[in-house]
């Protein structure tokens, strides 16, 4: 299968001034494929969001490359055809809303690259259909909670019909609820087969994905499915990261009750546990 993006040897370095700078990344290579459910995840300063920013070239690397369908980032001729490609939604949803009307605001984007009209109000309506706002789109969107403002910036790229989509940090912002929310649309728009980035510091939200690439010193330390990561704890602690909290209460639930399993990610997996352990003792 071919990827959508792929990085090779990339290093970067953010400048100080004339004499410093300072080391980001430091020759990562990996591939991104069609549909994947990738999560990046690292402690502050580990280099995640700059590397998310690679992604679709908001940055390009001081060494190596990153390409996207085939074109490299540092082709100033294809950053359009390549932010088509791979969208980003970012920590701020009101940096990414700028109109005064919710479906305004999602056709925006669709004007600028001159989408004709009928088509521009099928891909509002789908976009919103998705991100379940549909009811919302005459809303001003400053009256909405900041979940429902993401979901609107998810829809605004959305419309624009790209292969990728990277959440750099897009629900550290949000409360529980809102995060659940941002949550289930991105686990939607994967099932319809969209390919899902998300680089985040939640582990909870990790655990959603089907594969987890950790960060640390600007380099690559991990690469693989959530249920292996996780059960690098240790490793994990001393990167400063720490495992779902599902996973802490299973493992002391474990302790005292051997039947009670301890290789469980995500809370969904935790109720259905419960349901099984409170089925058994009571028919004991």
Not at 210 to 219: A, K, N, Y
Not at 249 to 273: G, N, W
């Amino acid at each position: 299968m071919e990827s959508i993006i792929r990085l090779e040897n990339v290093s970067f370095s953010y400048k100080i001034n004339e004499k410093t700078k300072v080391s980001v990344l430091k020759n990562i290579s990996f591939s991104i494929f069609p549909g994947e459910y990738v999560a990046i995840i690292g402690h502050n300063g580990s280099g995640k969001s700059t590397l998310s920013k690679h992604l679709n070239g908001i940055l390009t690397p001081d060494s190596g490359d990153v390409w996207v369908h085939g074109h490299n980032t540092k082709d100033v001729n294809k950053k359009r055809s390549i932010r088509q490609a791979v969208g980003t939604v970012f920590q701020h949803p009101d940096n990414q809303i700028v109109a005064t009307i919710v479906e305004e605001d999602v056709a925006f984007g669709l004007e600028n690259i001159g989408v004709p009209r009928e088509e521009m109000k099928k891909r509002v309506d789908e976009a919103l259909n998705v991100v379940k706002m549909s009811q919302f789109r005459h809303r001003p969107p400053h009256h909405l909670s900041g979940g429902q403002k993401q979901r609107v910036a998810i829809a605004g790229v959305l419309a624009m019909k790209p292969d990728c989509i990277v959440f750099d940090e897009a629900t550290s912002m949000l409360d529980s609820f809102g995060r659940k929310e941002v949550l289930q649309v991105m686990r939607k728009m994967n099932n319809m087969g969209m390919t899902i980035i998300t680089v985040t510091h939640h582990m909870s939200e990790a655990a959603e994905a089907d594969r987890i690439i950790v960060i640390e010193g600007g380099q690559i330390v991990m690469d693989g499915p959530p249920r292996e990561i996780f059960k690098h704890k240790l490793e994990l602690e001393n990167l400063q990261l720490e495992v779902p909290s599902v996973s802490q209460m299973a493992e002391v639930i474990h302790r005292k009750f051997t039947t009670f399993s301890k290789d469980i990610i995500q809370e969904s997996e935790f109720i259905e546990e419960v349901e099984k352990f409170h089925k058994a003792e009571v028919g004991t």
